[in-house]
Structure formats: C-alpha cells, structure tokens
C-alpha cells in the first residue's frame, strides 16, 4: 500500500486529490495539512511514502518544507512531489535543489497523477526527458555552480551515466547507449548517488548541471 501526505492551502484541491487516490487500491491518503509547517509534523508523524507538497502556502511554504523533511534522517524514505500551478514556475527549480523527486502540475489528468504517484514512491523522478531539458535550460544557468570537485569521488563510468540521467534518459535508454545491462546502469546510478549524497535521481541530475558535468543545450 502506498501512503500519501496531501499538503495544499486549498480544501477543494486536497478533496479532489483525496477522492482520486482513494478510490485506488494500493493508494490511501495517511493525513492532510493546509500548511508546510503541519505538513513536515505530518509527516515525521506519519511517514507517508509520497508527499504531494503545494509550493505556495501560509505559514511555511512548500520549498522550505521539503527542505526540512529532506533534512531529517527520519524522513529518508519520503519521497516529496511538488505541486504547482504552471509546468515551469520559477519555484521547480529550488524545490528540486531543496530535495524534491518532482513535480507534477496541479490540472494533470488523473491516470497521470496516479502514475506520478507509484513512480515517486518507487523512489524514481518525476522528470520527463523533454521537461527536464526545459527545466535545466530556463533555471540552472542562473545558479551558481557547484565545484567540479564534487564529482571527484565518481568512476568514469559513473560520471558518464550520470551525465546520461541529466540528459533524461531512462535506464533502459542508457543502458542500449551505453551497451550494458539495466541492472549495471542501476547500480551505477546507486553509487554516484551515494557518493555524491544525493536524495534521489532528481537531485542528481541538479549536481550534473551545477557541477558542470552537462551544460544546458540551446
């Protein structure tokens, strides 16, 4: 069964989320919270596998919220979709850097949301190739960079596939690329997140763009 946390500022939207996933049979909704403050109790409370997390809301909004259950040891396995009115706000970026999976537009159709939702829970990220090339290009330029040291603990090997999942490829896309095995991709993809200490395959593609390893296409 998958456990979700709704937190969104607005009763109607929550109710529609609601109604949806539970009308499902491996989804069902642990709590609600109308705010980010209530939302992190919530969820440390709880341990929700997928939060869906407004990003503007009272009190707390929703990057800083994910921030902290991003931070929390005892939050490692919740896995945080940003909800946002628009396909690119200039929010999706720091909610990723903050430690987001994904996100997911709040008038998505429904059998998108549900697929959105058993993705994020397998711990996968929300990021079509064609959104995070968008993504990459419209945000990650504005940013400082990281050093290109942070990638020294990385194998060749590892910096390449890394690079790979910056570009939006699944990993049975790099592992015909790459002419390996999807289990060795995995476990290739596993170890730069270790290394790298990444919360997930979002955050990996950010230490791709930031460190310098890809570079936005124009």
């Known amino acids: 069964m998958i456990r979700v946390l709704l937190v969104d500022d607005q009763a109607l939207i929550r109710a529609g989320f609601r109604a949806l996933l539970e009308a499902e049979d491996d989804i069902e909704v642990?709590?609600?919270?109308?705010?980010?403050?209530?939302?992190?109790?919530?969820?440390?409370?709880h341990l929700p596998d997928v939060a869906l997390v407004d990003v503007q809301m009272p009190v707390l909004d929703g990057i800083e919220a994910t921030r902290r259950i991003?931070?929390?040891?005892?939050?490692?396995?919740?896995?945080?979709?940003?909800?946002?009115?628009?396909?690119?706000?200039?929010?999706?970026?720091?909610?990723?850097?903050?430690?987001?999976?994904?996100?997911?537009v709040k008038d998505t159709?429904?059998?998108?949301?549900?697929?959105?939702?058993?993705?994020?829970?397998?711990?996968?990220?929300?990021?079509?190739?064609?959104?995070t090339r968008r993504l990459i290009g419209a945000y990650v330029s504005r940013r400082p960079d990281l050093s290109p040291r942070v990638l020294e603990p990385l194998t060749n090997r590892e910096r390449e596939v890394t690079a790979l999942v910056a570009r939006g490829?699944?990993?049975?896309?790099?592992?015909?690329?790459?002419?390996?095995?999807?289990?060795?991709?995995?476990?290739?993809v596993s170890r730069a997140m270790i290394k790298l200490r990444a919360r997930d395959r979002a955050?990996?593609?950010?230490?791709?763009?930031?460190?310098?390893?890809?570079?936005?296409?124009?």
């Open 203 to 218: 955050q990996l593609v950010v230490f791709a763009y930031e460190s310098g390893l890809v570079t936005p296409r124009r």
């Open 70 to 104: 991003a931070a929390d040891p005892r939050l490692s396995g919740v896995h945080v979709v940003i909800l946002t009115n628009y396909g690119l706000d200039e929010y999706v970026f720091d909610a990723l850097r903050a430690g987001a999976g994904g996100f997911m």
């Open 109 to 131: 159709d429904p059998a998108d949301l549900l697929q959105g939702v058993r993705v994020a829970a397998r711990g996968d990220a929300l990021l079509s190739p064609a959104i």
């Open 169 to 188: 490829m699944s990993n049975d896309e790099i592992a015909a690329h790459m002419v390996i095995s999807p289990a060795t991709v995995k476990t290739h």
């Open 30 to 45: 642990v709590a609600e919270a109308a705010d980010g403050e209530r939302g992190v109790a919530l969820a440390r409370e």
